[in-house]
């Protein structure tokens, strides 16, 4: 059933541009062999591939490419009924096809459409499901990373007289997506990190913590802890909008479902 939907969305995204819109019918921007292209047709046609599409529309030369891709369009289709393309056997089959998949969304969209999720369902879901919405615990910690003993040396003794972590980590710092911040890598949760650097940054406690050179694969490290952040629930406000997406797409794929188990019972259906 997962397939059926998905394909379902698929095709939708594959055949909106056959649908023209109401928007600016009326306005005839091109006509070829006496039929009329109209500012919806065009518009349409684009809309499939996005926001660049139109922005290129609203310049003056965008327009007149757009304009020309989809007379070309009309022509070549003009010239394939001459040719009597439309009566091939291929064709046939695929405008069947076309067919089939613009009536099966329509009907995916009559079953859909008083599908509703109420704010009281979207709190329910994440009430009942605290784990799905927890922060794991993590730390925000800078750090120098040093290659040399002779380095790090001269990094512990900076520190040592009480030099900024920050600026040591600008002068010294070999971490080049870091060093430039100070050393900052932000928060991270377990997992991220090598297990030798992890151990250490979990290891300190106290904002402020300084820890002793780190080996790694990558170098020497000296970590400074900022912050040590427990697990903690997300806002509800931070994920309503995810929970509210979710639960369409479980209403929709029930359904969906419900409405495929009605139809095999209406029609025969044989698999092989």
Same mark, same amino acid.
């Given at each position: 059933?997962?397939?059926?939907?998905?394909?379902?969305?698929?095709?939708? !995204?594959l055949f909106a541009s056959l649908a023209f819109g109401a928007?600016?019918?009326?306005? #005839?921007?091109?006509?070829?062999? =006496?039929?009329?292209?109209?500012?919806?047709?065009?518009?349409?046609?684009?809309?499939?591939?996005?926001?660049?599409?139109?922005?290129?529309? +609203?310049?003056? %030369?965008?327009?007149?490419?757009?304009?020309?891709?989809?007379?070309?369009?009309?022509?070549?289709?003009?010239?394939? %009924?001459?040719?009597?393309?439309d009566q091939t056997p291929e064709f046939q089959a695929n405008?069947?096809?076309?067919? +089939?998949?613009? &009536? !099966?969304?329509?009907?995916?969209?009559?079953?859909?459409?008083?599908?509703? #999720?109420?704010?009281?369902?979207?709190?329910?879901?994440?009430?009942?499901?605290?784990?799905?919405? /927890?922060q794991p615990e993590r730390v925000h910690a800078r750090h120098? &990373?040093? =290659?040399?003993?002779?380095?790090?040396?001269?990094?512990?003794?900076?520190?040592?007289?009480?030099?900024?972590?920050?600026? #040591?980590?600008?002068?010294?710092?070999?971490?080049?997506?870091?060093?430039?911040?100070?050393?900052? &890598?932000? %928060?991270?949760? +377990?997992?991220?990190?090598?297990?030798?650097?992890? *151990?250490? !940054?979990?290891?300190?406690?106290?904002?402020?913590?300084?820890?002793?050179?780190? *080996?790694?694969?990558?170098?020497?490290?000296?970590?400074?802890?900022?912050?040590?952040?427990? %697990?903690?629930?997300?806002?509800?406000?931070?994920?309503?909008?995810? #929970?509210?997406?979710?639960?369409?797409?479980?209403? /929709?794929?029930?359904? &969906?479902?419900?409405?495929?188990?009605?139809?095999?019972?209406?029609?025969?259906?044989?698999?092989?």
């Open positions: 059933m997962t397939k059926r939907i998905s394909l379902a969305l698929i095709f939708v !995204a928007e600016s019918a009326d306005k #005839v921007v091109a006509r070829v062999a =006496s039929q009329d292209i109209t500012e919806a047709e065009v518009l349409e046609t684009i809309k499939p591939f996005g926001p660049q599409a139109a922005m290129l529309y +609203r310049s003056d %030369e965008g327009r007149k490419m757009i304009i020309d891709e989809v007379i070309s369009i009309r022509l070549f289709a003009l010239d394939a %009924e001459d040719s009597k393309l405008l069947a096809a076309i067919r +089939r998949t613009m &009536l !099966a969304q329509a009907a995916v969209r009559e079953a859909t459409k008083n599908l509703v #999720v109420s704010d009281d369902d979207v709190k329910k879901f994440y009430d009942d499901n605290p784990k799905v919405f /927890t120098i &990373l040093v =290659s040399g003993d002779a380095d790090l040396a001269k990094v512990q003794e900076e520190l040592k007289a009480g030099k900024s972590f920050d600026v #040591v980590a600008k002068e010294f710092s070999t971490d080049p997506g870091s060093a430039a911040n100070g050393g900052d &890598l932000g %928060e991270f949760p +377990r997992g991220v990190m090598v297990p030798e650097f992890e *151990k250490a !940054a979990f290891a300190l406690k106290n904002p402020g913590d300084i820890s002793e050179p780190v *080996k790694s694969k990558f170098g020497w490290h000296i970590i400074k802890l900022e912050e040590h952040i427990p %697990e903690s629930p997300m806002p509800f406000e931070q994920v309503k909008e995810q #929970v509210l997406q979710e639960l369409k797409a479980q209403k /929709t794929q029930e359904l &969906l479902d419900a409405r495929t188990t009605e139809l095999e019972k209406k029609y025969t259906v044989e698999r092989f």
